[in-house]
């Protein structure tokens, strides 16, 4: 770039990111989503997925508690709950967990994440450590692929509904929800970037910030699909399906 964007060219360049790299277009979710996943290749995704999904609270406490600006941290903190939730109130790590509960594991042992891939651990505590060490501006853009996460919330709702007779209207509640909070909160985060970042540093910045998030989601599949899909070689001490299952109590 010779110029600063104006806030409607950086939009349009960071939608352009997502029309690009984000993770709806991994050959993975063409499988989840029509039907071709086995039950096991549903469980490795769940399984690895909960530790992206556990992370996302640490990820925005790290955010906080660097942040100066009171207005940010007002707004920021939300997101927290949203996935913590509040006394008489689940959040999304709970529904997460009614997901991995409906697909046979053990809470424990999805808690745990020792049946996680390294690549899952690594790529997770990457994206932490990212929104911890990097400015305000690239922690806030790095959010930003939740301005597309709604249309790909809706295909697996409906593909994994219509596709296997184990995925019912109560484990898929996560995403319902996700529904309504990741327009709201990308919405925030994509005008504080438009307002904040005004030169061409500052700009480029948060592009890089967006695409490193989509590559964090990206390499995540790619390493379920190496180990549970093609050429199908799980890293020793990875899940390997059977393990981790609750017990069924016998019936008395």
Aim: proline letters at 4%.
């Amino acid at each position: 770039m010779t110029r600063p964007m104006t806030p409607d060219e950086l939009e349009a360049a960071l939608r352009k990111i997502g029309a690009e790299r984000y993770h709806s277009l991994h050959p993975f979710h063409d499988r989840l989503h029509g039907g071709h996943c086995t039950r096991e290749q549903v469980q490795a995704w769940a399984l690895n997925r909960y530790c992206y999904q556990s992370a996302i609270p640490r990820k925005d406490a790290a955010l906080i508690a660097r942040c100066d600006d009171r207005d940010l941290r007002r707004e920021w903190l939300h997101r927290i709950t949203d996935h913590d939730g509040l006394e008489g109130e689940e959040g999304g790590i709970e529904r997460w967990l009614v997901l991995t509960d409906g697909l046979g594991f053990d809470r424990d042992y999805v808690i745990s994440r020792k049946g996680a891939l390294p690549t899952t651990k690594f790529a997770v505590e990457a994206y932490v450590n990212f929104v911890r060490e990097k400015t305000m501006l690239e922690a806030v853009a790095s959010s930003l692929t939740e301005l597309f996460a709604p249309n790909l919330h809706k295909q697996r709702i409906s593909g994994m509904l219509e596709s296997y007779d184990f995925i019912t209207e109560k484990v898929v509640a996560y995403f319902r929800r996700r529904l309504d909070q990741a327009p709201r909160d990308a919405g925030f985060a994509l005008d504080y970037v438009k307002t904040h970042a005004k030169t061409v540093e500052q700009q480029q910045a948060a592009l890089g910030a967006l695409t490193f998030k989509t590559e964090v989601l990206w390499s995540q599949l790619d390493a379920l699909y190496f180990a549970y899909v093609e050429p199908g070689l799980p890293a020793p001490g990875a899940w390997r399906p059977g393990e981790g299952m609750a017990k069924i109590e016998a019936a008395a």
